[in-house]
Nanobody, 128 residues
Framework: QVQLVESGGGLVQAGGSLRLSCAAS????????MGWFRQAPGKEREFVSA????????YYGASVKGRFTIARDNAKNTVYLQMNILKPEYTAVYYC?????????????????????WGKGTLVTVSS
């Protein structure tokens, strides 16, 4: 089993920045890809970003490309999501995800089905 704990969410004004962190513990050697999804009220969970174990492969959802940057520190078993130029429509619960598949495959996943491990989520609220 792998446990994921997110942190860094909060309230920010439009145009501002936040950095989310996700600390992994347990059998982290069993997962290849870590990433982020988000779910806004009344909407389905959607893919945000994913990164491979070595960091050489990164994927982003179309709506965040150019604004968000994903990174990981394997020594700390932690993945980060730097979010810049935030917009009110980015308000959502952001979930950390870990899976045995590739970042490309994770980018095609929708909803909670298919991902091996989930964190409990951290709320990001962007005010206008």
């Amino acid at each position: 089993q792998v446990q994921l704990v997110e942190s860094g969410g909060g309230l920010v004004q439009a145009g501002g920045s936040l950095r989310l962190s996700c600390a992994a513990s347990g059998r982290t050697g069993s997962v290849l890809t870590m990433g982020w999804f988000r779910q806004a009220p009344g909407k389905e969970r959607e893919f945000v970003s994913a990164i491979s174990w070595g960091g050489g492969s990164r994927y982003y959802g179309a709506s965040v490309k150019g604004r968000f940057t994903i990174a990981r520190d394997n020594a700390k078993n932690t993945v980060y999501l730097q979010m810049n130029i935030l917009k009110p429509e980015y308000t959502a619960v952001y979930y950390c995800a870990a899976d045995r598949t590739t970042p490309q495959a994770m980018s095609r996943m929708t909803g909670p089905v298919g991902v091996d491990y989930w964190g409990k989520g951290t709320l990001v609220t962007v005010s206008s």
